[in-house]
């Protein structure tokens, strides 16, 4: 007949080390999962959300006027500092705005104009970008059409 032997009192010791360290690593991504859920709600660049309705495209004699709506759909104010019109094929930005604020209250929608000196290609795949105070942005791409 076998006789069982208990288990060593060294592997017993290094067992309960193990699930020590196990329950302690378990509790340390909760913890630091809680507190990042925690301090991300009091940063404000992650409350701004933006959206970029529409565009639409003016011209006045040597100038083309690119008019972005863009719509504040988070929970706080938001200052739009630059706006930006980039050919979406060669990535060139042909037309900025870094001068002006923008305020948008949440729910509201505000136009945001970005002149530009070059010619619009007809056909051609642009797309408005905006930007910011804390770095949020929004995109949205147009063909453009000569009217």
């Known amino acids: 007949m076998k006789v069982k032997r208990p288990i060593s009192p060294v592997i017993a010791t290094l067992l309960l080390i193990l699930i020590t360290i196990s329950a302690s690593i378990l509790v340390y991504v909760w913890v630091t999962g809680y507190a ?4 991300s709600a009091e940063a404000p ?3 701004e959300r933006i959206k970029i309705d529409t565009v639409s495209v003016t011209e006045n004699n040597d100038e083309i006027n690119v008019t972005i709506y ?21 990535s060139e930005v042909v037309g900025s705005n870094t001068e002006e604020e923008l305020k948008v209250a949440p729910g509201k929608v505000e136009l945001f104009n970005v002149t530009i000196t070059n010619e619009l290609s007809p056909g ?10 804390n770095g949020v942005e929004a995109t949205y791409s147009f063909t453009y059409s000569q009217s």
């Open 45 to 47: 660049q992650l409350q």
């Open 124 to 133: 051609r795949t642009y797309i408005a970008k905006v930007v910011t105070k």
């Open 36 to 39: 990042s859920s925690v301090t």
């Open 70 to 90: 863009v719509r504040n759909i988070g929970n706080v104010e938001i200052n739009v500092t630059s706006g930006y019109i980039i050919d979406a094929t060669t």
